[in-house]
């Protein structure tokens, strides 16, 4: 079987389908397109979400720092302060002993 053509039929079929192959890609490009947008949209989504996390935790963080001389004692600081007292209390025991015993 032979099948006979003429130049511009061969080259009308092949411009076709090249036209077939382009638009085929274009559409497959397109689909691509499409999700790797929807992908870096999610992503985008997420790094704001994420920023705001993180700015909301620094925000805390500083609040901690600012709030933190307020409401806590160091332990160096609790430690002295309690040795005071102490010598306080037992200088006032003694005291008390000798006036206890004079009497």
Same mark, same amino acid.
């Given at each position: 079987?032979?099948?006979?053509?003429?130049?511009?039929?061969?080259?009308?079929?092949?411009?076709?389908?090249?036209?077939?192959?382009?638009?085929?890609?274009?559409?497959?490009?397109?689909?691509?397109?499409?999700?790797?947008?929807?992908?870096?949209?999610?992503?985008?989504?997420?790094?704001?979400?994420?920023?705001?996390?993180?700015?909301?935790?620094? #925000?805390?963080?500083?609040?901690?720092? /600012?709030? %933190?001389?307020?409401? *806590?004692? $160091?332990? &160096?600081?609790?430690? #002295?302060?309690?040795?005071?007292?102490? /010598?306080? %209390?037992?200088?006032? *025991?003694? $005291?008390? &002993?000798?006036?206890?015993?004079?009497?």
């Amino acid at each position: 079987m032979i099948i006979e053509m003429k130049f511009w039929e061969v080259l009308s079929l092949l411009i076709g389908f090249m036209g077939f192959v382009f638009a085929a890609g274009k559409i497959l490009m397109a689909q691509v397109e499409k999700r790797l947008d929807i992908r870096f949209g999610a992503l985008e989504e997420a790094r704001k979400e994420t920023e705001t996390g993180h700015m909301r935790m620094e #925000r805390e963080f500083l609040e901690f720092k /600012a709030t %933190l001389p307020l409401e *806590y004692v $160091r332990r &160096d600081d609790f430690i #002295r302060s309690q040795t005071v007292i102490e /010598a306080k %209390l037992d200088a006032l *025991y003694s $005291r008390l &002993d000798a006036i206890g015993k004079q009497k």
